[in-house]
Nanobody, 120 residues
Framework: QVQLVESGGGSVQAGGSLRLSCAAS?????QAWFRQAPGKEREWLAY???????SYADSVKGRFTISRDNAKKILYLQMNSLKPEDTAMYYC?????????????????WGQGTQVTVSS
């Protein structure tokens, strides 16, 4: 089992920045960030697999950066140029597989989420 705890959410004005963190109980090959807004499906944002493989959804490419500190077992999501449409609950996910990709079904472990609210 892997426990994941997100933090760093909050309220920010459009154009602002936030950095989300996800503390993991152990290292896993792939970790990802997803979000879910009320009434919408869960949306994949970014994943990091192995030491350097990263990928981003078009909706956040160039604005969000995923990274992790393997020694501390912390996953990060740096979010810049935030927009009101970024308002959602943000979740981190983890998987022992290097092929987890962008689908939520590829991840075995999930955090409880942290709320991000962006006002215009």
């Amino acid at each position: 089992q892997v426990q994941l705890v997100e933090s760093g959410g909050g309220s920010v004005q459009a154009g602002g920045s936030l950095r989300l963190s996800c503390a993991a109980s152990k290292y896993t090959s792939c970790q990802a960030w997803f979000r879910q807004a009320p009434g919408k499906e869960r949306e994949w944002l970014a994943y990091i697999c192995g030491p350097t493989i990263t990928s981003y959804a078009d909706s956040v490419k160039g604005r969000f950066t995923i990274s992790r500190d393997n020694a501390k077992k912390i996953l990060y999501l740096q979010m810049n140029s935030l927009k009101p449409e970024d308002t959602a609950m943000y979740y981190c996910a983890a998987s022992p597989s290097l092929r987890s990709g962008e689908y939520s079904s590829g991840y075995n472990y999930w955090g409880q989420g942290t709320q991000v609210t962006v006002s215009s």
